[in-house]
Every structure is written in C-alpha cells, then in structure tokens.
C-alpha cells in the first residue's frame, strides 16, 4: 500500500479480554516496529521485526503481550487480558531497512475500561 | 537508556520566529533523526543526518550533530502556524535500533 496502515484506529475494551492490533507496512520493507505512546509521553519501544523475526523484543513489558509477523509482511500485537495501564496509543512503523527513515502508521488508541 | 532527550520540553514562539530544539543521547549511533507528530498520532519523518555528517538542510529545517558531545540541534526557521506540534528526536544504534526522547512541544503563535 501506499502508506503503513493499522487497525482498528479506536478500540475500547474492558479489563481482562484480549485484543488484537494489526500494522500493514509499506510493501517491501523489512524492518517493522511497534511503539506505545501514553498520553504526552515519548514512544516506549516494544518490538522489532526483521522479516518475520524479532531479533528484539526487549521493551514487551510483560507476558501478555506478544507480537508475530508473517509472510515478511502484517503483524499482530496482541494484548492478553488487558489492564487499565494498557490503554494508550500504539504505534507500528516499517522502515526498508533497519537504520533508514521510518513510516508510521496513525496508530491504534487502546482504551481499557 | 539510550533514549534522546530534548530540550526543551515545550517551546512557544511567534509566528515568523526561529525555534531551536536540542536532543542528546548516550551512546554510539548510526544515525539520527527527527520527526514530527501533529495530534498525538502518526509520526512523520523530517529529516536524517548519519554520524559522518554535521549540519544537515532540509527546506526551512536546518539539523546538526556533534557526535563528540552526543547531541543534535533542530531549527526551525521562518516558523508558521502549521508547525505547531510535537517533534521527536530519534537515535538509530546497533544497526537498527530506533529509541525516541520525549519530545519537544511547539506552539507557534499567530
């Protein structure tokens, strides 16, 4: 596509269901990232994707969050039983290679009531 | 961490004004580079300087890097009311790495 796209833009959901965030990046790119953002905070790497490997999954903050990418191309997060401090924007990015310009998608906003 | 950190948190300026931001960081880099975020969503991507290069032009934007003392300034020139937003800074180490600081605020008054 033209862009990195991700969905669902919004989602709300109550505490302890699981949730699911989708990222297309930009056709060809390799490199795939996922940020949090809380509310007038920076982005908090969680992942990174080089192909359908994860090299670097050293800012997933807990267990309940994983993350896979198939085909070289879509990834998922996937929030398990969710907690308020969860809810946030998250943020996927791909890049054509890891130390080149970044593309963002418009991100998810995670709400969890 | 190997998070930047800019300074300042928040910048308000008159339209037609300059507005500097600084960002350091920790360790070695690949490269580094600054974005833009407008209404707390997708960042855009302004401009990359690499770790051999020193100043760096982009339109009204004007990047350098002193990697000797590990920070980066960003000026904004001739500033306009559209560049009201947030503005990142990011460093790129161990070849892929992308750690971004908290950012700076811009308000550009009319």
């Known amino acids: 596509g033209a862009g990195v796209s991700q969905s669902p833009s919004n989602k709300v959901t109550e505490k302890g269901k699981d949730v699911e965030l989708r990222c297309d990046p930009i056709s060809g790119h390799t490199a795939l990232y996922w940020y949090r953002q809380s509310l007038g905070q920076g982005l908090e790497f969680l992942i990174y994707?080089?192909?359908?490997?994860?090299?670097?999954k050293s800012g997933l903050p807990s267990d309940r969050f994983s993350a896979e990418r198939t085909g070289g191309s879509v990834s998922t997060l996937t929030i398990q039983r969710t907690q308020q401090e969860d809810s946030a924007v998250y943020l996927c990015?791909?890049?054509?290679?890891?130390?080149?310009?970044?593309?963002f998608g418009q991100g998810t906003r995670l709400t969890v009531v | 961490s190997q998070q930047g950190e800019e300074d300042p948190q928040a910048l308000s300026i008159q339209e037609g004004e300059n507005a500097t931001m600084n960002c350091s960081y920790k360790?070695?880099?690949?490269?580094l580079q600054w974005y833009r975020q407008n209404s707390g969503r997708g960042l855009v991507h302004l401009i990359l300087?690499?770790?051999?290069?020193r100043e760096k032009h982009s339109g009204r934007l004007r990047v350098t890097l002193d990697t000797s003392k590990k920070s980066s300034s960003l000026l904004i020139t001739a500033s306009r009311a559209a560049d009201t937003a947030s503005y990142f800074c990011a460093t790129v180490w161990n070849d892929y790495k992308l750690s971004f600081g908290a950012g700076t605020t811009v308000t550009v008054r009319a």
């Open positions: 300087i690499r770790s051999n290069e």
């Open positions: 994707f080089q192909g359908n490997s994860a090299p670097d």
């Open positions: 990015a791909s890049s054509s290679a890891g130390d080149t310009e970044a593309f």
């Open positions: 360790t070695s880099i690949n490269n």
